[in-house]
């Protein structure tokens, strides 16, 4: 039998905070994929995967000796009008395990109904749970704080959407899953003393260094607001668009987490809206920084009950100086500058202006930079300098290009970094690979289409290393075919 052992703290907050239910399992069910990663991540081996508790647990079919599954409860604003009763209403908290890097929280997402479904049937298909399965991995592997995935399974099941679709359930691993809108909840519930339990419990469980300071509450806020900027910056500056940044969505410690219609850019366009039913555009790509601010503000409302407002509101007046201090110096990193120099903002706004008009694939721009020739430059050998040309003609408008190239080569020679180095830390910060939405479709259609997995799996090795050389995979770092632009996701999941 397995060597997990459980250590449930957040089942000991009590029954205001979840509910207890059983797993509903998959009928006949079949192991579509494992994650190396988090299988060591939990102190597993990798050959205890291959016995039939495995697939029996992760497809829902068996509860684990310690094991408390339950369903938590939350609320949060969706698409900026609050909705009071939301929670798991497909997924359970199985427990926390503690591994080798700490402790986990393990979740089965697809789970069945639970009293916090609403109008939900309490599963997940196949195509959604691929989706979450690798892109929580590709997030990870860029070095963004994201929840992770362990497994993914599938099932004898059909489940209704837009047509008939198979059942699948991915255990998730996350740091935390309470989320903003847990705190919501209580706030807006008239529970003042049930906000201060969960601030109380986050705190023990996340940041026991301020634990009992005088302002620990303030010190969780500040926290929650600091990374919540952190990490929308990541994000731009790797081109993601999340989708759904409600704050049901929102991780308390900063977390990337509920992946379901994101997207990455292909062409730099600030206007990307991923989520085919964000008709309004509520979640596109350059209104994410404001929606997480928005987000913060929610936040900062569930939490009057412990914080003074004005506190608050100094802290929330924290976020968009740390957003954009925090996005200048990834922009610089992608740029390979390393020193502060007061054209530093404008070099990078002018090119993401000229991405934009050009209409440059954002992600095989900055790459193909890496091997940018910053030595002495002769206009007339520009034409056979195939690292230049391989820049220049991504652009619509070419002598756009050099021009902007003549700006950055002057300022790269007020570097003190060496040329190598230089190239060889560009190489580790932008990605040859991102998770474009076509690359998930191509795993999706084999799944589905020909019960074939192998592609799952290829593109977690891929997603998980994605500033490596995968001379296997070199298709995948190309443009996106022409068919990709015909692509829609929703938040049918
Ligand atoms: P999401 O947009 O996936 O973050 O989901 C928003 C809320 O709807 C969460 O409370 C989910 O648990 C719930 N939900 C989404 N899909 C389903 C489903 N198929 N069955 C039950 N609840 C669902
Ligand atoms: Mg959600």
């Given amino acids: ?189 008239q529970r003042p003393d049930l906000v201060k339990k969960l601030a109380d419990y986050v705190i023990e469980q996340y940041l026991p260094d301020i634990q009992g300071d005088s302002e620990q509450y303030l010190s969780l806020f500040r926290h929650s607001v600091h990374s919540t900027a952190k990490l929308i910056a990541q994000w731009q500056a790797v081109g993601f668009a999340h989708g759904v940044m409600n704050t049901d969505n929102m991780s308390i410690i900063g977390e990337t987490m509920d992946y379901g219609p994101f997207g990455f850019l292909d062409a730099y366009n600030p206007d990307f809206i991923c989520n085919h039913s964000d008709t309004g555009g509520r979640y596109s790509f350059k209104r994410q920084p404001m929606i997480g601010l928005w987000n913060c503000n929610a936040l900062a409302n569930a939490l009057t009950s412990l914080i003074p407002v004005e506190a608050l509101k100094q802290i929330l007046e924290e976020y968009e100086l740390l957003f954009l201090k925090t996005l200048l110096e990834l922009h610089c990193q992608k740029l390979g500058l390393y020193e502060q120099h007061s054209d530093n903002q404008s070099l990078i706004d002018s090119l993401l202006e000229s991405l934009a008009e050009n209409q440059v694939d954002y992600s095989i721009f900055f790459r193909n930079l890496c091997y940018f020739d910053d030595k002495a430059f002769d206009e007339n050998s520009s034409e056979n300098d195939t690292s230049y040309t391989n820049l220049r003609d991504l652009f619509l408008n070419r002598e756009a290009f050099d021009s902007w190239a003549k700006k950055y080569r002057d300022r790269l020679g007020k570097e003190n970094t060496k040329t190598a180095d230089r190239k060889a830390s560009m190489l580790k910060t932008n990605p040859k690979y991102i998770f474009r939405n076509y690359m998930a479709e191509i795993a999706i259609r084999k799944a589905e289409d020909e019960q074939d997995y192998s592609e799952i799996d290829r593109l977690l090795t891929l997603l998980q290393s994605p500033f490596d050389e995968h001379p296997d995979c070199e298709e995948y770092a190309k443009h996106p075919p022409a068919w990709s632009q015909k692509l829609s996701v929703s938040c049918s999941s």
């Fill in 1 to 189: 039998m397995t060597q997990l052992t459980f250590n449930n703290t957040f089942s000991k907050l009590g029954d205001d905070f979840f509910s207890h239910l059983k797993p509903m399992g998959l009928p006949e069910p079949v192991l579509v994929s494992i994650n190396p990663k988090a299988v060591y991540l939990l102190g597993l081996k990798t050959s205890e995967l291959t016995q039939d508790w495995f697939l029996e647990w992760a497809s829902g079919n068996q509860t684990l000796t310690g094991s408390d599954p339950l369903a938590m409860v939350y609320s949060g604003h969706q698409f900026g009008g609050y909705s009071p009763q939301l929670g798991d209403g497909r997924g359970l908290l199985l427990g926390e395990v503690v591994g080798p890097e700490g402790k986990w929280d393990i979740h089965l997402k697809g789970a069945g109904s639970t009293p916090y479904s609403r109008f939900g049937d309490g599963r997940a298909v196949l195509r959604s749970s691929i989706r979450e399965y690798l892109c929580s991995e590709a997030i990870h592997g860029l070095g963004i704080a994201s929840t992770r995935a362990l497994s993914l399974t599938m099932g004898k099941e059909p489940v209704y959407r837009e047509s008939v679709e198979s059942a699948a359930m991915l255990i998730r691993l996350a740091r935390s899953h309470v989320r903003f809108g847990s705190f919501e909840y209580f706030h807006h519930t």
